[in-house]
C-alpha cells in the first residue's frame, strides 16, 4: 500500500496547526486589559444546566444562591440568567460542540455557573467544555482541595487552553495502521498560568509551588513548561519552585507524611486533569469539588465531575450530591467580589462536611440533593 498521500495530508494539517497556534500566541501577547470582575456595578450570571444529573445538581445550587443572593438579586446588582441548548442532544443535532446561538448567549453573560456535559466517545464532536475554554480563552482551571482534619490545604492551577485537550480532535491517523495526536505549550499560554499560581501563592501567603510535568520524558512541550514557570518564579522571591514528576506527585498525594507539605500546583493541561481528581477523592469524591475557570474577560464555574447519564437512565437523579455545584458557586462569589458570602458558604460546607448528619450515596439509601442543599442552607 501506498501511504504518500496520507502522509502529504497529514503534513498539510500540521502546517494547518503550527499557523493557527501561532496566530494563538500572537493573540495572547496583544491581549486586552483585564476586567475587574470584583468591581462591577451589575454581574450577570448565565446558569447552564448541562446533561444527566447536571440539571438536578445545578437547580440546587440556583436555589442555594437564590438565598444567599436575596439582597443582591432583589436590586439587580446580581442577574441569573437561564441559558438553554448546551444538551447531547442539541449538539449532536446541530453537529456543533456549543450551537451559536448558545455560545452568543453565554457572550452576554460575565461568568457562568454550568453543570456537567457529556462528550461522545469517539466522533468528531469536541467538548463542550474544551470549546468554551476556547472561546472564551479561560487558560486558568482552578480547583481547591481542602481537608482540615487531614492538614491538606491545596489548590491546583491547571492549564485550559493548551496542552493534549487544545489539539485532542485535530490528530491524524493512516487507517488501520497508526494514528498520532498532537500537544502543544507556548510561551505566553505558560507564562499567565504560572503568573495566576504564583500570584496566588502571594496573596495567601503561600511559601512553595510544585510544578508538575513529564519533562524528563517530553522534551519540548513539557519541558518548556517547566523552564518558562522557573523564569516567571524568579518575579517571586520567598516562594519557592520544586520541580515534580507526574507520576510520583500521583502517589504523593495518597502518603500522609509528605502530602502536607504542598500547597499550590501549576500543571499542564491533561495532568492538571488528572491530578485534582485524585486530590478530590481525598476530599470525599469528585462530587465534593468545584472548579473554576479563569480568563481576563469571562469566568465559568462548574463541578469536576462528569454527567452521570446511568443515574440518569436508572431514574436516581435526584439522589445526585450537588456538593460540587455549592463549591462552585463558593467560588464564584469570590471571583465576583463576594467574600463575606463566600465565607459564610465555605463555613456551611465544611460543617456539613465534618458533621456528615446527612450522606448523599447516590442511590435511595441516601440523602436527595434537596435534602442536603436543604441541610446546607440551614447552616448559613
Same mark, same amino acid.
Given at each position: 500500500?501506498?501511504?504518500?498521500?496520507?502522509?502529504?495530508?497529514?503534513?498539510?494539517?500540521?502546517?494547518?496547526?503550527?499557523?493557527?497556534?501561532?496566530?494563538?500566541?500572537?493573540?495572547?501577547?496583544?491581549?486586552?486589559?483585564?476586567?475587574?470582575?470584583?468591581?462591577?456595578?451589575?454581574?450577570?450570571?448565565?446558569?447552564?444546566?448541562?446533561? @444527566?444529573? @447536571?440539571?438536578?445538581?445545578?437547580?440546587?445550587?440556583?436555589?442555594?444562591?437564590?438565598?444567599?443572593?436575596?439582597?443582591?438579586?432583589?436590586?439587580?446588582?446580581?442577574?441569573?440568567?437561564?441559558?438553554?441548548?448546551?444538551?447531547?442532544?442539541?449538539?449532536?443535532?446541530?453537529?456543533?460542540?456549543?450551537?451559536?446561538?448558545?455560545?452568543?448567549?453565554?457572550?452576554?453573560?460575565?461568568?457562568?455557573?454550568?453543570?456537567?456535559?457529556?462528550?461522545?466517545?469517539?466522533?468528531?464532536?469536541?467538548?463542550?467544555?474544551?470549546?468554551?475554554?476556547?472561546?472564551?480563552?479561560?487558560?486558568?482551571?482552578?480547583?481547591?482541595?481542602?481537608?482540615?482534619?487531614?492538614?491538606?490545604?491545596?489548590?491546583?492551577?491547571?492549564?485550559?487552553?493548551?496542552?493534549?485537550?487544545?489539539?485532542?480532535?485535530?490528530?491524524?491517523?493512516?487507517?488501520?495502521?497508526?494514528?498520532?495526536?498532537?500537544?502543544?505549550?507556548?510561551?505566553?499560554?505558560?507564562?499567565?498560568?504560572?503568573?495566576?499560581?504564583?500570584?496566588?501563592?502571594?496573596?495567601?501567603?503561600?511559601?512553595?509551588?510544585?510544578?508538575?510535568?513529564?519533562?524528563?520524558?517530553?522534551?519540548?512541550?513539557?519541558?518548556?513548561?517547566?523552564?518558562?514557570?522557573?523564569?516567571?518564579?524568579?518575579?517571586?522571591?520567598?516562594?519557592?519552585?520544586?520541580?515534580?514528576?507526574?507520576?510520583?506527585?500521583?502517589?504523593?498525594?495518597?502518603?500522609?507524611?509528605?502530602?502536607?507539605?504542598?500547597?499550590?500546583?501549576?500543571?499542564?493541561?491533561?495532568?492538571?486533569?488528572?491530578?485534582?481528581?485524585?486530590?478530590?477523592?481525598?476530599?470525599?469524591?469528585?462530587?465534593?469539588?468545584?472548579?473554576?475557570?479563569?480568563?481576563?474577560?469571562?469566568?465559568?464555574?462548574?463541578?469536576?465531575?462528569?454527567?452521570?447519564?446511568?443515574?440518569?437512565?436508572?431514574?436516581?437523579?435526584?439522589?445526585?450530591?450537588?456538593?460540587?455545584?455549592?463549591?462552585?458557586?463558593?467560588?464564584?462569589?469570590?471571583?465576583?467580589?463576594?467574600?463575606?458570602?463566600?465565607?459564610?458558604?465555605?463555613?456551611?460546607?465544611?460543617?456539613?462536611?465534618?458533621?456528615?448528619?446527612?450522606?448523599?450515596?447516590?442511590?435511595?439509601?441516601?440523602?436527595?440533593?434537596?435534602?442536603?442543599?436543604?441541610?446546607?442552607?440551614?447552616?448559613?
Amino acid at each position: 500500500m501506498n501511504y504518500d498521500k496520507y502522509i502529504d495530508e497529514a503534513c498539510d494539517k500540521f502546517r494547518e496547526l503550527i499557523t493557527s497556534q501561532l496566530e494563538r500566541q500572537n493573540k495572547m501577547e496583544a491581549a486586552e486589559a483585564k476586567k475587574d470582575f470584583s468591581n462591577m456595578e451589575k454581574v450577570v450570571i448565565g446558569v447552564i444546566g448541562g446533561d @444527566g444529573i @447536571g440539571p438536578a445538581i445545578t437547580a440546587e445550587a440556583v436555589r442555594l444562591l437564590k438565598v444567599l443572593l436575596k439582597e443582591e438579586i432583589e436590586s439587580e446588582k446580581i442577574v441569573l440568567k437561564e441559558i438553554d441548548g448546551l444538551t447531547i442532544e442539541n449538539r449532536e443535532k446541530t453537529g456543533k460542540a456549543v450551537p451559536d446561538d448558545v455560545m452568543a448567549d453565554i457572550k452576554t453573560c460575565d461568568v457562568l455557573l454550568k453543570g456537567p456535559t457529556t462528550t461522545p466517545k469517539g466522533g468528531t464532536l469536541e467538548s463542550a467544555n474544551v470549546t468554551i475554554r476556547r472561546e472564551l480563552d479561560l487558560f486558568a482551571n482552578v480547583r481547591p482541595v481542602k481537608v482540615p482534619s487531614l492538614g491538606i490545604d491545596w489548590i491546583f492551577f491547571r492549564e485550559n487552553t493548551e496542552g493534549e485537550y487544545a489539539l485532542g480532535s485535530k490528530g491524524v491517523e493512516i487507517p488501520d495502521k497508526l494514528a498520532m495526536d498532537f500537544k502543544v505549550t507556548t510561551r505566553s499560554g505558560t507564562e499567565r498560568i504560572a503568573r495566576a499560581a504564583f500570584d496566588h501563592a502571594k496573596l495567601n501567603g503561600k511559601t512553595k509551588v510544585a510544578i508538575i510535568t513529564k519533562a524528563n520524558v517530553i522534551k519540548k512541550t513539557d519541558g518548556n513548561f517547566s523552564n518558562i514557570c522557573h523564569q516567571v518564579a524568579e518575579e517571586y522571591p520567598g516562594i519557592e519552585a520544586e520541580d515534580y514528576y507526574a507520576d510520583i506527585m500521583t502517589a504523593n498525594l495518597i502518603k500522609p507524611a509528605v502530602r502536607t507539605s504542598y500547597q499550590v500546583f501549576v500543571l499542564p493541561n491533561l495532568y492538571g486533569d488528572i491530578i485534582s481528581d485524585e486530590a478530590a477523592e481525598i476530599q470525599g469524591g469528585v462530587g465534593t469539588a468545584g472548579s473554576a475557570n479563569i480568563g481576563d474577560q469571562y469566568a465559568m464555574f462548574e463541578a469536576i465531575h462528569g454527567s452521570g447519564l446511568r443515574m440518569l437512565e436508572d431514574g436516581r437523579e435526584m439522589f445526585a450530591d450537588p456538593s460540587s455545584m455549592f463549591k462552585a458557586s463558593e467560588m464564584m462569589l469570590r471571583h465576583i467580589g463576594l467574600i463575606e458570602k463566600a465565607d459564610r458558604l465555605e463555613k456551611a460546607l465544611i460543617e456539613c462536611q465534618e458533621e456528615a448528619q446527612l450522606k448523599v450515596t447516590g442511590r435511595a439509601n441516601g440523602a436527595t440533593g434537596k435534602d442536603y442543599a436543604d441541610y446546607v442552607i440551614s447552616k448559613l
